[in-house]
């Protein structure tokens, strides 16, 4: 696996460590990032989706975002 | 020149500052250090790509509040990274029950909105930037000694990658004990920057 570090500072100490993640810190650490990455690029398509068909049904009443920005909207 | 009588220092007050004898200045006088105060720096550092970074045994009865600023960016080069935040309490990080919400608005009067019920951390900055364009922020922490109430956090920022974007945040955590300090990492990317920790008193 490639080499994820940890920086650990205390300060009552004042010790600094830089610590090499574990094997299984490391699946974890993939895992959570891994499914950050999917949550965000679902809900970026879902909202891309919601603007679509706003925008259609706008289109549909012979309108444009500009015409509602127009009015303040 | 410099005189020590010009000092008006009245019965009852603290002094903001003090003059001492130093016979090597030119003057014979020299300010002197100052002793602490109700505004104190407790420490800063530099990371650089780490997947997390833990301030630990920084927050205690000292000071009620605490103020850190941070910079940071991601080191692996993302653009759509979000920073998070988590306390931690002796050598535990506290992984639930963080409320809150967060928006920014960018040059391009777009507005970015982030509003979350007990999740696993908190949000400080969405997109994260790489390099010169890192995200600077300033948060207030209240009440992490769990004496008067339970943690929360607070503050602004900049967000330079992100379209030169303000931000503001905000969170709670619903789980009151003792805090004694934090951990930064990134959603999906290592980070680099540095923080820095101030005591206020109140």
Same mark, same amino acid.
Not at chain 1, 29 to 57: G, M, S
Not at chain 2, 116 to 124: C, G, H, K, L, Q
Not at chain 2, 168 to 188: A, D
């Given at each position: 696996?490639?080499?994820?570090?940890?920086?650990?500072?205390?300060?009552e100490?004042?010790?600094?460590?830089?610590?090499e993640?574990?094997d299984?810190?490391?699946?974890?650490?993939?895992?959570?990032?891994?499914?950050?990455?999917?949550?965000r690029?679902?809900?970026?398509?879902?909202?891309?989706?919601?603007?679509?068909?706003a925008?259609?049904?706008l289109?549909?009443?012979?309108?444009?975002?500009?015409?509602?920005?127009?009015?303040?909207? | 020149?410099?005189?020590?009588?010009?000092?008006?220092?009245?019965?009852g007050?603290i002094?903001?500052a003090?003059?001492?004898?130093?016979?090597?200045t030119?003057?014979?006088?020299?300010w002197?250090?100052?002793?602490?105060?109700?505004?104190?720096?407790v420490?800063?550092n530099?990371?650089? +790509?780490? *997947?997390?970074? &833990?301030?630990?045994?920084?927050?205690?009865?000292?000071?009620?509040?605490?103020? %850190? $600023?941070? #910079?940071?960016?991601?080191?692996?080069?993302?653009?759509?990274?979000?920073?998070?935040l988590?306390?931690?309490?002796?050598?535990?990080?506290?992984?639930?029950?963080?409320?809150?919400?967060?928006?920014?608005?960018?040059?391009?009067?777009?507005?970015?909105?982030?509003?979350?019920? +007990?999740? *696993?951390?908190? &949000?400080?900055?969405?997109?994260?930037?790489v390099?010169?364009s890192?995200?600077? %922020? $300033?948060? #207030?922490?209240?009440?992490?000694?769990?004496?008067?109430?339970?943690?929360?956090i607070?503050?602004?920022?900049?967000?330079?990658?992100?379209?030169?974007?303000?931000?503001?945040?905000?969170?709670w955590?619903?789980v009151?004990?003792?805090?004694?300090?934090?951990?930064i990492?990134?959603s999906s990317?290592?980070? &680099?920057?540095?923080?820095?920790?101030?005591?206020?008193?109140?």
């Amino acid at each position: 696996m490639s080499n994820f570090t940890k920086m650990i500072h205390n300060v009552e100490t004042n010790e600094i460590e830089i610590i090499e993640l574990s094997d299984e810190e490391q699946t974890q650490l993939k895992a959570e990032r891994a499914d950050w990455l999917k949550a965000r690029i679902q809900a970026k398509t879902e909202t891309a989706a919601k603007k679509q068909a706003a925008e259609a049904k706008l289109a549909a009443l012979g309108l444009t975002v500009e015409d509602l920005q127009a009015l303040g909207l | 020149m410099c005189q020590a009588e010009s000092l008006a220092i009245v019965p009852g007050t603290i002094p903001i500052a003090s003059i001492v004898a130093n016979s090597s200045t030119s003057t014979g006088l020299e300010w002197a250090a100052p002793s602490g105060g109700d505004f104190v720096k407790v420490t800063s550092n530099t990371f650089s +790509n780490q *997947s997390s970074v &833990t301030v630990d045994s920084v927050f205690n009865a000292t000071y009620r509040d605490y103020l %850190v $600023t941070i #910079r940071a960016y991601a080191a692996g080069g993302g653009s759509a990274d979000d920073l998070q935040l988590q306390l931690r309490y002796s050598s535990s990080t506290q992984t639930s029950d963080y409320y809150g919400s967060y928006f920014q608005y960018d040059r391009a009067n777009t507005l970015t909105t982030n509003g979350y019920a +007990n999740v *696993s951390e908190m &949000t400080i900055c969405r997109n994260l930037g790489v390099g010169s364009s890192a995200a600077e %922020v $300033t948060l #207030r922490f209240f009440q992490v000694n769990g004496v008067d109430n339970k943690a929360g956090i607070y503050g602004q920022g900049i967000n330079i990658a992100d379209s030169t974007a303000v931000l503001q945040t905000s969170g709670w955590v619903n789980v009151s004990r003792i805090y004694t300090g934090f951990l930064i990492k990134s959603s999906s990317d290592n980070i &680099t920057g540095h923080y820095t920790v101030w005591g206020l008193k109140s």
